[in-house]
């Protein structure tokens, strides 16, 4: 990272994310020189455990909190032309997708994740209404992640059309192997390395945004 700042390729605006003045701060930064034309979103909270919780996040809306931020931030800025948005999320948070998983990984999900995975279900009802995708759940996220009047705060659906939501599997630190399956649809899967979801989006997904566009990605192994 230390020779992409050095050489003015990168440049770090200090903040939270879960602040909003922060992230239009960050934003209008980002906007100084030239238009932001591409914009990845990666947030995830750190698992932690009690005996009288269980597993959960600290901050229960993390990832819809700091998306909600960014979003109206962007709209907020006004921009001649949409950015680009990559967006990770997660396998299982959906119905349909919690069906497909191996049932091993069905019931780590159900004990282990509920906290988080209740969070990126906030995080995807905020991100299919700006992709202008039809709501794929029959409930909505709890109130304690996403208030039941949130769409107040955004314009009406397919404000952002330009955006691809990637739905990795369980993650790990493990190597990058490049032989990984990726589909529209739900698919059967167990774990995949952040290296190789970063591999999808740098090497295929960003190439070849506009066949991407739109969609709803599942990656794993």
Known sequence: MQSYIQAGKVTLVKGDGLVKSDVEDAWSKANQDRPVDLV???VGGALKFQMSKGFFIETPNLTTKCASNLLQAIVASNPREMPRLVAVSSTGITKKSHDTLPFVMRQMYTYMLPSPHADKLGLERLLQHAMGR???ENVEPN???LP???K?????AGFLPN????RPAFLTDGRETATYKVSPDDFSSYTISRRDVAHFIGKRLLPEFD????SIVNVGY
């Open 40 to 42: 990845l979103f990666t």
């Open 134 to 136: 039809p709501w794929e």
């Open 143 to 145: 109130e304690e992640v």
């Open 148 to 150: 039941s009047d949130w």
């Open 152 to 156: 107040k705060d955004y314009p009406a």
């Open 163 to 166: 955006m691809v939501v990637v």
């Open 211 to 214: 066949t991407w566009s739109g």
